[in-house]
């Protein structure tokens, strides 16, 4: 009976596993060979949801073919903990070999050493091209110049557009030229109270990316380039806060905080319910599962004198202090975050947009990427910032508030005013309290 | 000192007392052995610079105490505790008590209604944030179409800095399942031969309510109130998962509070003070609900 | 309107005073306020097991509708399989290890902690009780890193010996909720065994246990949720796959920025609400069972 059940299981999951496609070594076997031999463990912290677990185990199996010596051990943990659990686990010293590491945790986490210096592991391997890589990406893993971390998944943020919407309206889609003038009179144009549609998502935010884009196009910053100081106070941060807040609250073009609460998951934009919103390369993965509508990208449109600014983002891995064995680390992730790695974990699958031009290039070929998917592309090369903050130690802080303070905005609850001098007291009273410790 | 704690006894006391220590054995063993250490070393580490790693702390006495009398966000983090914990035991407490007679009632099918009532302290973790968009949301939900029938605009309830708080202890409602367990069993347990000799003495419903259920079920409902003050300062769900702490600061408890410095800005020895000043506030509370309990809380010993 | 003729009143009225009137009266009274309360308190488990039956692209669609179209029965083996990659039959059964030694470690620690507590007099008993209430008010949040740093010196992370050995000594909540309970239960009939000659272990296995019925069967349905529903201490003590709980797998399905596939997840969360229910109405008949028996001596 038990054996039948073992093996109708076995059988489920082999047909399940070559149906994706998935290589038919099931790990079981594997794991004996590796046993029988002299191999050393590696371990893993990171998060995958379910759905894409048979991937990794796709390319983990074939890394333990091309490196019998080592075994893979992964503990995984939800993208919603993995940031509690990395604490716990770096005070009792039992942080496992290679950690996942959000662009966010990359400074306090080197600072706290959650994670190594990989600098002159990095700059020692001739083969592995770090050069290759988005410049911009690395740089959220470089702490005091010396790179502590390497990205795998980087991207901009640019304007999605509902085109079921567009079309329903009898209106031209976004185009390259516009300027934010004009798509905030095309979200006019497209607002109906009566069906409950608004042009604009209103999903304002000043985190990171979304600074970029939301202030970038009026010359502003959230903060100065080092992250010492806030730098909202100033006629370009205002005017753009004005924008979007008028465009919420005075033209009701979009919905208020209240309203998109509304719409389950937060997500007016996605829900259909609005025919422009934000989007980053990494939530397309989720429009193409959730959307139920035909949608596309645009560039971030312009400012009124043609500047054109938004802000990317990324996560990467990291070795950590406990580590025994950061070469042998450093032999998985040379291969992972290869471009060979990258187009087969993320560019094939669009579940992350690799952190090279090629391997996003690729990525545009994948299901979740839309037909302008070449907007991500031009945008990366042409004019996103990686987004502040995450050089500060107290970059978690400062998120806070900028996030705080857009929800009220959205909400209507502050004025544009009040939000500007309580990000700038407050703000920079967290970032003096650090400066020393920098 | 001493003296007071342990004065001299008699043999058959001692007896006694030798019991007494051999049955709470396991539970101080467990204390010394589990508790003793995490919760000592919480206290000294709230007295450090302690943000991550256990080695080179630096004391800094009580700068991390300091720090929050100075941060305005800790006041308003204390006010929304009390503001939440009021609320939710005085209502929670009596919500609990009424559906406890409800549910003590001799009507037919109320195996099923008991099921029926304990059902979103049993779903709650899983389901919490899609239910309260069929509850809650402003404009979809089944509360504010609810209202509408009758001709009243919903308020805008967790997305809005008024109403946020009173919308935790709306939900907080939901949750009343294990209190109305404790209190039905409470109920249960009350001899009935109280209630014949009450009615022979011609006491109407309330006189029995007042009489005879309040006085038995009263080590229970004290029981109740303290737990619900306890768990309210400590309820950490519906925060984590729909507020946190927002809009602006104004869901932002202590608890919320603690978890952000100790989890979010990595300054675990802020986190420690912040969970020693929770502890004493909770301390306070219920040694005052101690002493206020022995003047209405009825025991048999 | 027309008042009824007065004979018919009064009749009514000496209807309502009826022991048989007034009970219906009564049950009618009741059931308004029931059914109300019940079908909002429905609401939770409705929305769960309607999501349960949804496509994935159905779960969010504006506005939001709680019957399926076409009800998704694929998904609960869907949810079960998780991927290949997610055991729930390991998570499930080891959840169901933990949850039964706990209730058991729970039962027994507790009972005599309680009884110690609420009957047996003890030099040192008043402060050691105030410990036992302030072990309850610290902040578990705070708890968990130095928690989780004793445990790892013990070595016993990635077992299940963190959640399964502590239950043994006792737990402050279920102390405090018993010896409430053993506090009500008349003196005399503890004088009364002592004149037969029992002692404390005879007293509190024959009279308490028998008589706290309904108290026992509350903290054991607790215990049973608390542990079934048990989530962070598991997740952080546990890292294998074999040894992962229900409350954990069930999270994998819970991705980054929308990679959620909530349809699978509330599918198996539905299957896994289910022992917790039968348990539920299981456990009811030893509150029933608590009266007939606390009535008889009482």
Known sequence: MNKQQLSRRAFLKLAAASSSGVALAGIGPLRNIAAAQDTVELTFGRHWEAAFRPRQAEYDEGFMERHPDIKINITYNTWADHNNVVPAWAAAGTLPDIIYVHGSRATPWAHEGIIIDIHDIVSADEEFNVDGMWEESVRLYRVNGRIHALPYDHGPIILGYNKDMFDAAGMDYPAEDWTMEDMAAAAVELTDPDMGVWGWDGQLDLGNGGGGFFVGAWGGQTMNDDETAMSVDTPEVREALNHWYNLIHEAGAAPSGTESEAFPNQNPFRSGACAMGHIATWSTPSMRALA???????????????????????????????????????????????????????????????????????????????????????????YAVTGPPFQSLAAAQVSNILGREAGLLRLGETSVDAAIAAITEEGNAALDEVADDM | MLRRYFPAISASARREERIFYLFILPWLIGLVVFNAGPVLGMLGLSFTDWRISLDNLQFIGLDNYAKLVDDPIFWVSVGNTLYIVVGRVVFGTAFALFLAILLNQKVPGIPFFRAVYYLPTVTAGVAVALVWIWIFNPRLGILNYSLKQIGITGPPWIYSSTWVKPSLILMSLFQVGPNMIILLAGLQGVPKELYESAEIDGAGNWAKFRNVTLPMLSPVLFFVIIISVVSSFQNFTEIRVMTEGGPGESSNVLIWYLWENAFIFLQLGVAAAVAWIMFVILMALTGLQFRLGRRWVFYEA | MKKAPLAKRKKG??????IKGRRAIAILITFALLIPIGIIFVMPFIVMVSTALKPLNQVFAFPPRLIPETPQWQNFP??????????????????????VNNIIGNLVSCTLAAYAFARLKARGKNLLFAIVLATMLLPNEALVVPQYVLFNRFGWLDTHLPLMVPPWFGWPFFIFLLRQFFMTIPEELIDAAKIDGAGHARILLQIFVPLSKPALATLAIFAFIGNWNSFFGPLLYLRSPDVQTLPVCLVQ????????????????????????LLIFIFGQRYFVEGIATSGVKG
């Open chain 3, 13 to 18: 009225e000496a209807w309502r005073k009826t």
């Open chain 1, 292 to 382: 139920n509508f035909e949608w596309d990208v645009a560039p971030t449109p312009m400012g009124a004198d043609g500047t054109r600014s938004t802000g990317a983002f990324g996560s990467g891995y990291g070795i950590t202090p406990t580590s025994d064995k950061p070469d042998v680390a450093w032999t998985y992730l040379r291969e992972y975050l290869s471009l060979d790695g990258m187009i087969f974990m993320w560019s094939l699958s669009g579940r992350g947009s690799p952190a090279r031009p090629e391997g996003l290039e690729v990525w545009l070929n994948s299901d979740p990427a839309p037909p302008s998917g070449r907007y991500f592309l031009e945008a990366m090369f042409d």
């Open chain 3, 78 to 99: 869907d949810g079960w399989y998780g991927y290949g990659y997610v055991d729930f039959t390991t998570c499930t059964w080891n959840s169901l290890k933990i949850t």
């Open chain 3, 253 to 276: 399905y819970q991705g980054a920025y929308g990679n959620t596939d909530w349809h699978l997840m509330m599918a198996v969360a539905t299957i896994a609400v289910i022992p917790v």
